[in-house]
């Protein structure tokens, strides 16, 4: 059998699958109580979540809700760091919470490997990644990264608002993984919509839901097929000749990688480039002093990334247990609000303050324990150069309209509309 009859079964099999996970009712509408019934898909989290992360350790050790069939919400940096770390109880079978809950027989590799993997296959997963996001490797995208930006500033020529968000912070992560994996640069708006529909479409029907990795996939094979039947260097053939254990890669699992470093990438390092510019545009100080002052960019791109960290992750209980003064079920989902924890007094002095000279800043927007960022590197290295880039040909900007401001729902936290005044 061929590498591409291989991926051919594999696509049969995965249209022809009955799924056998559980799917839970649809609940929407405003929140009762953020302690008793959180939901982070309503657009007041969006708005409000970090309101809310700092009121809820004073109401209750760690926040429910019975919305998406049994939910936890920890704030505590103790907390989220002792559940990231325990992957004896905690699995990483499904990472976004939502109504569905895949079947349990897909651990320890999940769908989306490494990032969906349970130990011990998690580890080899992982470590297949690592060499591909080394400091060294992703700074040979820093020059078509600088020159992307620049082009994308050129196009302001002439206008006094742009939407940062949409025109700026959303292309950059979009264009580098797709220069990485190989995928044609003319595709980027595909991308955004595979992007909406694993992150933020967790409420949509049981049906239309099941059809959304589906459009993903078939994009994922056809890019497969063009690498298998052109060669060339990047991610995509880098996975295609990969192997693990002395045999290449079973076919679910190249295509659940391209989804993770697809998916992975976009939202989150969007989030952050919109944060950092929706913060400097209200704090003309700081603007000055990254102009003034270039050296303080460097703690300043750490603390956004601890003040606006973009990714909460989520896992699900294996076993009922008692943990933090609650009594978990199997099969609850545990949210693990990374931005909280960076916000926690107990662990970061001045927590609900940002200073962008801090110095000592061990924060964890990148996760915490095996399931660390593997694109940490690159994700600094686009938000370095996305500021850099705005400071050095924007100096002086501010928000348009601040009502205009929308924040995205659900696990991945940023601006998705911000339009600035430049001056
Ligand atoms: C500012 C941007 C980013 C943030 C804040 C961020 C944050 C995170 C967090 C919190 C995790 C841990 C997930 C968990 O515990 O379940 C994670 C994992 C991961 N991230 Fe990122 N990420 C960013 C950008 C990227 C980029 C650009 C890539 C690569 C294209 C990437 C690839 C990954 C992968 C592959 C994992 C899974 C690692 C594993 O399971 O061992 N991320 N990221």
């Not at 939202?267 to 700081?286: F, K, M, N, V």
Request: aromatic share 8%; glycine share 6%; with cysteine.
């Amino acid at each position: 059998m061929t590498v591409d009859d291989r991926f051919a079964e594999f696509r049969e099999q995965q249209a022809e699958r009955e799924d056998l996970g559980t799917w839970n009712e649809i609940v929407t509408g405003p929140v009762s109580d953020w302690a008793t019934d959180f939901s982070h898909t309503e657009p007041e989290y969006a708005q409000r979540a970090i309101e809310i992360w700092a009121d809820l350790p004073e109401r209750c050790p760690i926040a429910r809700t019975e919305r998406f069939g049994g939910a936890w919400l920890p704030t505590r940096y103790e907390d989220v760091q002792a559940i990231a770390y325990d992957t004896e109880h905690f699995s990483s079978r499904a990472i976004i919470a939502g109504n569905y809950r895949p079947p349990l027989d897909i651990a320890p590799v999940g769908g989306e490997p490494p990032i969906s993997s349970d130990p011990p296959f998690h580890h080899d997963a992982r470590k297949l990644l690592l060499p591909a996001f080394t400091k060294a490797n992703v700074a040979k995208q820093a020059v078509t990264t600088e020159a992307f930006c620049h082009s994308l500033i050129d196009g302001f020529a002439g206008r006094d608002v742009v939407d940062a968000a949409t025109e700026y912070g959303m292309h950059i992560p979009i264009r580098v993984i797709a220069d990485m994996l190989g995928f044609p640069a003319e595709d980027s708006d595909r991308f955004k919509h595979f992007v909406e529909d694993a992150l933020e479409g967790i409420n949509t029907p049981l049906e239309e839901r099941e059809a959304q990795p589906d459009q993903l996939f078939d994009y994922l094979l056809a890019q497969i097929q063009d690498h298998l039947d052109n060669p060339r260097e990047d991610l995509t053939t880098y996975l295609l000749n990969a192997e693990l254990y002395g045999q290449k890669l079973e076919p679910q699992h190249v295509a659940g990688t391209m989804a993770l470093l697809l998916i992975a990438g976009i939202d989150t390092t969007w989030s952050a480039i919109g944060a950092s510019l929706w913060h400097l545009a209200q704090h003309p100080e700081d603007r000055r002093r990254m102009v003034e002052e270039p050296a303080v960019r460097a703690t300043a791109v750490e603390e956004f990334l601890r003040a606006y960290a973009p990714v909460t992750m989520a896992r699900l209980v294996k076993e009922d247990i008692a943990f933090g003064g609650v009594e978990m079920k199997a099969e609850d989902w545990v949210l693990l609000p990374f931005p909280a924890a960076n916000r926690d007094p107990e662990r970061f002095e001045r927590a609900d303050e940002v200073l962008i000279d801090r110095e000592v800043n061990r924060h964890a927007a990148f996760g915490l324990g095996i399931h660390r960022c593997v694109g940490s590197h690159l994700a600094r290295m686009e938000l370095r150069i996305a500021l850099d880039v705005w400071m050095d040909r924007i100096p002086d900007f501010e928000l348009a309209d601040p009502a205009a401001v929308r924040w995205s729902t659900g696990q991945i936290r940023g601006p998705r509309s911000l339009p600035l005044r430049l001056r």
